[in-house]
């Protein structure tokens, strides 16, 4: 398997534009999540899926942040529009729930940055 | 509420010494705890995990955990440190309800 897939790699965008990260699961997961690393904060959970439902987007930190999962291959975070602040390291994770509680497998991340 | 606390942000050890990661952690319920390593430009990559029975959880790259209860731990550990061991450690536990929760990342130094 090619694992957790991400696209772009590297983003680098100006202000007031619209960004979309794109994440293709490890095929058979059944969880989605998309994080958010930076020095200052850490690592932070935005958004989860289960089944391709959003379960828990608590952390999404405003309206300019949205995700989807139209099927089971494949989710998109948007940024719309993009900030300075948003600059970070944004992570795709998913796991299957088959057989017990099961680790994540991440992605290798998109950099973004927001000039 | 889940949470782990992870109390320091760096370790320093020389190479071939042992390691200690530190964790603890507080859940509701039985908790299932993981530890994770982050590379440089890396995504993150899982190292061990304990759901249940032994204590002493054995991982990848020669690392190991063990689950104290009573202290509520979960540190993290290594006989002999290399220096390819240089990254940033990531404990985490999750809910009833699937969600992880990561604790601030401890990051280890291997000095030759």
């Known amino acids: 398997d090619a694992g957790v897939i991400q696209s772009p790699r590297h983003e680098v965008t100006e202000m007031g534009q619209e960004v979309t990260l794109r994440c293709k699961p490890i095929?058979?997961?059944?969880?989605l999540f998309w994080y958010r690393q930076t020095m200052m904060r850490g690592l932070e959970l935005l958004i989860y899926f289960n089944n391709n439902v959003p379960i828990d987007d608590s952390g999404m930190p405003e309206d300019r942040f949205s995700a989807k999962m139209p099927n089971a291959s494949f989710s998109t975070l948007k940024i719309q529009p993009s900030e300075p602040r948003d600059s970070a390291v944004y992570f795709c994770?998913?796991?299957?729930?088959?057989?017990?509680?099961?680790?994540?497998?991440f992605g290798p991340g998109t950099r973004l940055t927001v000039l | 509420a889940q949470s782990v606390a992870q109390p320091e942000d760096q370790v320093n050890v020389a190479e071939g010494n042992p390691l200690t990661v530190k964790c603890t952690y507080s859940v509701s319920g039985n908790p299932y705890l993981f530890w994770y390593v982050q590379y440089p430009n890396r995504g993150l990559q899982f190292l061990l995990k304990y759901i249940t029975g032994d204590n002493l959880v054995k991982g990848s790259y020669g690392f190991e955990a063990e689950f104290n209860k009573s202290q509520t731990s979960f540190h993290l550990k290594k006989p002999s440190a290399l220096v390819s061991d240089s990254a940033l450690y990531f404990c985490?536990?999750?809910?009833?309800?699937?969600?992880?929760?990561f604790g601030s990342g401890t990051k280890l130094n291997v000095k030759p």
């Open positions: 985490a536990v999750i809910n009833n309800f699937n969600k992880f929760y």
């Open positions: 994770a998913s796991r299957s729930d088959r057989g017990g509680k099961n680790e994540q497998f």
């Open positions: 095929s058979g997961h059944d969880y």
